[in-house]
């Protein structure tokens, strides 16, 4: 079964520093997602992804993030200064349609110290 | 504010009963209802969707949606210790994203 492929699995950074979350979608998924969920909160919605621009992007989803998908199959998700706050597992997830459940891989576990 | 209203439990049952988890959502806009499995640590699993009024099921699963209620639910039967997980209510209104419940932890006891 097509998977969601997520890098790194685990992320320790220093605070103030930049990370970038790497996501392989499904091939003929044209629709990408990032979610958040803080341990033991629920999963929250970030940013949308289709065509090659943002189509949403939630009230979290500030300036210190930004996604790209720099060459055709990765999609990225960049948090230019890490909060402690923004300790999280991110993950990534992709979609065939508007109106079609999501795919999920399995996560970043982002941990900022 | 969309919102999507799961309760926390834990909902405990015995194995081989039938476990029924609920949600209820804001949006009257919403087309599109979701369950996803979710085992600790690990990433949401989708086991189910359901669109239109009524029931749906699938193997041991069958989902019911009730759109004038603004409720959806799931029901497994011949409940299994391998479905314990928190199970996560999502709904979808058009293009706009997946908003997902906090999710209901079931234990199911062997």
């Known amino acids: 079964e097509p998977e969601v492929t997520q890098t790194p699995s685990h992320q320790v950074t220093q605070m103030g520093q930049e990370v970038i979350l790497r996501c392989v979608p499904i091939?003929?998924?044209?629709?990408f997602y990032w979610y958040r969920q803080i341990l033991g909160q629920k999963v929250e919605f970030l940013v949308s992804f289709y065509n090659n621009e943002i189509s949403e992007k939630s009230e979290i989803f500030d300036d210190q993030f930004s996604v790209e998908r720099p060459d055709g199959s990765n999609f990225t998700l960049k948090i230019r200064s890490t909060k402690l706050e923004d300790s999280a597992m991110y993950f990534c997830?992709?979609?065939?349609?508007?109106?079609?459940?999501?795919?999920f891989g399995s996560g970043t576990r982002l941990t900022v110290v | 504010q969309k919102e999507v209203e799961q309760n926390s439990g834990p909902l405990s049952v015995p194995e081989g009963a039938i476990a029924s988890l609920n949600c209820t959502y804001s949006?009257?806009?919403?087309?599109?209802f979701f369950w996803y499995r979710q085992y600790s640590g690990k990433s949401p699993e989708l086991i189910m969707f359901i669109y239109s009024n009524g029931d749906k099921e699938d193997g041991r699963f069958t989902a019911q949606l009730n759109k004038a209620s603004q409720y959806v639910s799931l029901l497994i039967r011949d409940s299994q210790p391998s479905d314990s997980a928190t199970y996560l209510c999502?709904?979808?209104?058009?293009?706009?994203?997946?908003?997902f419940g906090k999710g209901t932890r079931l234990s199911v006891i062997a």
């Open positions: 999502a709904v979808k209104a058009g293009n706009t994203p997946l908003v």
């Open positions: 949006d009257r806009g919403s087309q599109s």
């Open positions: 997830a992709t979609g065939q349609g508007a109106n079609y459940g999501y795919t």
């Open positions: 091939s003929n998924h044209l629709y």
